[in-house]
């Protein structure tokens, strides 16, 4: 499973994207590009001197989604595509997006049909249901969506707030998990951490290293409360600290790449929970039914059998032990998904 793997196939850091900006596509030709949406997977022709601007207005001639919702994504790992007015006058070979690309197209309306349970059309448009907020893919998406959660004890976080990176918080939050890693020498040694503790800690206070089921366990820990992982690809929840018999609970869905927070909406106060006592199992059930809408909508990434290309010497690789021996083999950090 996508939390089992060492700790290093989850530390695939940023720092090469300036290096591959410089591979970009040709300055003419026909630009493909895949696309995973709500209607299905999208095969889109643009060509090299195509703006970001066309992308947007040719994924939503093909899907049901606005340029007002739209939410791009692209890359590996998945960063967010800027669609504001200044943006979308930039080439997309700029950007850099090449061809072959595959891209992930969503809606950042929280009620909107990717996030939200289907509802049966006779329940009131003020029924309470499970909703997934977006959190930006920008190496912290864990750490941002655990604070969007823990943060919002009273449930009067606004249904429509953005899901913002605290960078200061977010810091903090690691090095609470080095502090605790230090703190525990017997628990997390080297066969926990599939590195030595020394090369962990220094490792996940950097700000592009990424969070997975470790610090999810310890951050369970520290928060003194369940997180409950729901795996868009397989459906399970994978309970953090149900052994330690917590009294509340927060969720959490993957992708396979990227944590969101999951909220119940309650449209008639235009607010969201965010933590919820352990002993209301439906809200799991509820969760579940969101995974498999997310799913079925092809929004996921299945890291064990994808395949993958490096950014910067556009190697084809297969899976996440690929690009992990790819990475400590060339120094080459940057990938992208392939079909």
């Known amino acids: 499973g996508p939390f089992n793997g060492p700790y290093l196939t989850r530390c695939m ?12 596509a040709p300055v003419s030709g026909i630009l493909l590009l895949r696309c995973k949406s709500p209607s299905g997977q999208l095969n889109i022709e643009l060509s090299s001197d195509s703006t970001v601007g066309d992308l947007a207005d ?12 739209l939410s791009l994504r692209y890359g590996y790992p998945l960063k ?19 061809n072959g690309e595959s891209i992930v197209a969503d809606s950042i309306e929280p009620r909107s049909a990717s996030h ?16 997934r907020l977006i959190a930006p893919s920008d190496n912290c998406c864990l750490f941002t969506s655990v604070s969007t959660c823990v943060e919002n004890e009273n449930s009067l976080r606004s249904m429509d707030a953005p899901v913002v990176t605290n960078a200061e918080g977010v810091q903090e939050t690691r090095n609470l998990i080095a502090s605790f890693v230090q ?24 700000p592009d290293c990424w969070g997975g089921g470790i610090e999810v366990s310890i951050l369970s820990q520290i928060y003194e409360l369940e997180i409950n992982v729901v795996d868009v690809l397989t459906g399970r929840i994978d309970r953090f600290g149900e052994d330690k018999a917590y009294q509340q609970r927060i969720l959490l869905l993957y992708d396979g790449i990227h944590y969101d927070p999951l909220a119940m909406s309650y449209p008639d106060k235009g607010t969201v929970q965010t933590i919820f006592p352990t002993s ?33 010497c556009r190697t084809p690789l297969k899976g996440q032990q690929g690009a992990q021996q790819h990475a400590a083999s060339t120094g080459h950090t940057q990938f992208q998904e392939r079909k």
Do not use: H
């Not at 040719?58 to 919702?69: A, I, P, Q, Y």
């Open 280 to 312: 209301l199992n439906s809200i799991l059930d509820e969760a579940r039914n969101l995974a498999v809408s997310v799913r079925k909508a092809g929004l996921f990434t299945d890291l064990t059998n994808c395949n993958l290309m490096c950014s910067v």
């Open 80 to 98: 967010r595509l800027d669609l504001g007015a200044e943006n979308c006058s930039k080439l997309l070979t700029q950007v850099p997006i090449r």
């Open 13 to 24: 850091s940023t720092v090469a994207s300036k290096q591959s900006a410089s591979l970009g």
């Open 58 to 69: 040719k994924v939503c001639s093909l899907t049901d989604l606005t340029r007002r919702s």
């Open 183 to 206: 703190s525990y020498p017997e628990t997390f040694n080297q066969g926990i951490l599939g590195m030595a503790p020394e090369a962990y800690i220094q490792n996940i206070i950097r």
């Open 116 to 131: 939200a349970i289907p509802a049966a059309s006779s329940v009131p448009a003020t029924q309470p249901s499970i909703i």
